[in-house]
């Protein structure tokens, strides 16, 4: 018997994660509360933009889920490319928040492409690893494995973002 798309999901990780973005959504909502903006889904607020993100997260998930796993094997470094060309972008766009300039901001909405690079990052260095002649014990992949990394650690440490940057060490 063939399952289906949903049937294979791991329902107790997504419940504890819904509960858990609630949990926190409703600190942020108690702990800044204000009767002028007595609005849940106000973006200028805090819990509102929180909400907002919950939403676009769980759109995100579910498009991700439906996507063929060979759509992301046909275009991880057509992704890798795209994000790249946004932290160069940030890099003469950007606005600093709190002493790194790694931020779009569109309105109220701030957005970080260095959130993008972990997964176009790790997706690439995948695709590469699992190449038919890739060994690691030659020098030549492990350099090329190497400049895979490099190129986002480098865009995001010229835009001072170190907390950023130290996740990619994981992929070391």
């Given amino acids: 018997m063939k ?5 294979t999901l791991d329902w107790a990780s997504i419940i504890l994660y819904i509960t858990l973005v609630f949990i926190g959504i409703a600190f942020i909502y108690d702990t800044t509360y ?20 919950f939403v676009l997260s769980i759109i995100t998930a579910i498009v991700i889920v439906v996507l063929d796993s060979k759509f992301y094997t046909t275009f991880a470094y057509v992704l890798f490319g795209a994000v790249m060309l946004l932290l ?40 590469f690893l699992s190449g038919y002649n890739i060994n690691l014990e030659r020098l030549k992949d ?31």
């Fill in 34 to 53: 204000s009767p002028l903006n007595p609005s849940f889904f106000n973006l200028k607020t805090s819990y509102g933009k929180q909400s907002m993100f």
């Fill in 142 to 172: 492990k350099f090329q494995a190497l400049i895979i990394l490099i190129i986002p650690i480098a865009l995001i440490l010229m835009q001072g973002d170190v907390g950023s940057m130290l996740v990619f060490s994981s992929l070391i």
């Fill in 3 to 7: 399952k289906g798309l949903f049937d």
């Fill in 88 to 127: 160069v972008g940030v890099l003469i766009f950007g606005v600093e928040i709190k002493g790194s300039k790694s931020w779009f901001k569109f309105g109220s909405i701030a957005f970080q492409p260095a959130e993008l690079a972990k997964f176009a990052t790790a997706l690439a260095l995948a695709k």
